[in-house]
Each structure stands twice: as C-alpha cells, then as structure tokens.
C-alpha cells in the first residue's frame, strides 16, 4: 500500500503570482477579522486574497468574493506579503482607503441633527496602540478619528487595523 506524502515529499509552492497590476496603489491587509471587515465595509476594494490552508474554512467568504484571484499559500510567503509573521493566514491586497480631508469632515457633518463625536490621536505611532484605541473608540460610539500622521496623507499601519479588529 503506497504512503501518504510527507510534506518534504511535496514539491516546494511556487511563489505568489500577483494578477493585480503593481503599478496601481494598493493596500495590504492581513489578519482573519480585518480582512472580513474589509469584505462588509468595502468588498468592492478586495483585489486578491491570500490564505494559508488551516485558514480556508474560516476565510471562505473572503475566497468566494475574490475567486480567481485567491489563493492558498504557505505561511513563509504569507509572512513576506504581510511583511510580519502575525498574518493569521489571511491577507488581503486592496486598493487603498480614501482618506477624509478636514474640509469633507466638517462637510460631513455639518447637516447632522447630533454633534458627532471624535478623538484626535497627536503622535501616536504604535500600531498596537492605535488599534487599540479605534477599537475602543468604536465601541463607544465615536464617529470619526484623526490621526496625526506625517505629511502628504495618514496612515494606518497594517497591525493596527488587525488589532483594532479584535
């Protein structure tokens, strides 16, 4: 009876192909409850998922929105899309987040019946923190955050939208 393959016996994975033009600006996400968030709040912005097999399940969602341009890879390349080893077996390459000048802010808010509530985060650099503290901020209610962030536009660093997830 012929054994199962080990996995030294498989032929070591082809690196990640990317279909998506990298020309184009793109955004990486990476974390299993990041990545669905991004799925309900802006499925139109997925490009490409990229999962590791004990993910699959878990992520199937995230595969059957993106369909061919999905695909199952092995922590290692995981790891260097994401650029750190807490990718959870999930990420996700988007297009970047439209970012909301002062001037649309107030725009936004000025015909509102409520004052709208906001925190304005001045040289907070951490990403733990700053997920931390959008998480926090958005189970209390806030509306809109500001980031300070060097100049020409914010940032949200990848492992703060992981943790901000929870």
Same mark, same amino acid.
């Given at each position: 009876? +012929? $054994?199962? +393959? $080990?996995? $030294?016996?498989?032929?070591? #994975? ?9 020309? &184009?600006?793109? &955004? @990486? *996400?990476?974390?299993? =409850? ?6 309900? %709040?802006?499925? %139109? ?20 929105? !993106? =369909? %061919? ?13 994401? &650029?750190? !080893? ?8 988007? %297009? +970047? =987040? /439209?970012?909301?000048?002062? /001037?649309?802010? =107030?725009?936004?808010? &000025?015909?509102? /019946? /409520?004052?709208?509530?906001? @925190? ?9 923190? @700053?997920?931390? @503290? ?7 209610? *806030? ?8 100049? #020409?536009? #914010?940032?949200? +660093? #990848?492992?703060?939208?992981? *943790?901000?997830?929870?």
């Amino acid at each position: 009876m +012929p $054994r199962p +393959p $080990r996995d $030294r016996d498989r032929p070591a #994975p082809s690196p990640a192909r990317s279909t998506f033009d990298s020309s &184009e600006p793109s &955004e @990486i *996400v990476f974390g299993l =409850r990041a990545c669905l968030a991004i799925l309900a %709040t802006r499925p %139109t912005s997925i490009r490409e998922v990229f999962v590791s097999h004990d993910q699959r399940d878990a992520a199937r969602a995230l595969l059957a929105h !993106a =369909r %061919t341009n999905a695909r199952e890879l092995p922590d290692r390349e995981l790891e260097r899309l994401a &650029e750190t !080893a807490h990718h959870e077996g999930v990420v996700v390459r988007t %297009t +970047p =987040r /439209k970012w909301t000048s002062g /001037k649309e802010l =107030r725009a936004l808010f &000025e015909n509102r /019946k /409520k004052s709208p509530v906001g @925190i304005a985060l001045d040289r907070v650099r951490n990403p733990y923190n @700053i997920g931390a @503290i959008l998480r926090t901020a958005a189970f209390f209610g *806030v509306d809109v955050a500001i980031l300070g962030a060097p100049a #020409p536009h #914010p940032a949200l +660093p #990848p492992d703060a939208a992981r *943790v901000a997830e929870g």
